[in-house]
């Protein structure tokens, strides 16, 4: 059965960072991308980073600079490293399996291309 669980997520001030994760169960990291994606009230929920399976790592222009993804294939699990935290950061933060009929550099970043979802972690950047 596969399952992807985050956590880490939390209040933190301005300009903090993070460390999220995302483990994985009943497939390989060797076999998949991973995706990162955020939804904040009222909003769509938006592309933030991935890492394909020879961990290439892929932005949203937004965190560039800011974030990074990796990824600890014997732990079976996907980081996202949130540093420099601005208050348009906050959202419930949600990772997922890419399908395997697509190709990260190409879908990473397209929703309805992800097979499976984890329950999302929430971040909150306030005072």
């Known amino acids: 059965q596969v399952q992807l669980v985050e956590s880490g997520g939390g209040l933190v001030q301005p300009g903090g960072s993070l460390r999220l994760s995302c483990v994985v169960s009943?497939?390989?990291?060797?076999?998949?991308?991973i995706g990162w994606f955020r939804q904040a009230p009222g909003k769509e929920r938006e592309e933030v980073a991935a890492?394909?399976?020879?961990?290439?790592?892929f932005y949203n222009d937004s965190v560039k600079g800011r974030f990074i993804v990796t990824k600890d294939v014997a732990q079976k699990t996907v980081y996202l490293q949130m540093n420099a935290l601005e208050f348009d950061d906050t959202a419930v933060y949600y990772c997922?399996?890419?399908?395997?009929?697509?190709?990260?550099?190409?879908?990473?970043?397209?929703?309805?291309?992800?097979?499976?979802w984890g329950q999302g972690t929430q971040v909150t950047v306030s005072l």
């Open positions: 890492i394909n399976v020879l961990d290439v790592a």
């Open positions: 997922g399996r890419l399908g395997h009929r697509y190709l990260a550099q190409t879908a990473w970043s397209r929703f309805d291309a992800y097979d499976d």
């Open positions: 009943g497939f390989t990291l060797n076999a998949r991308a």
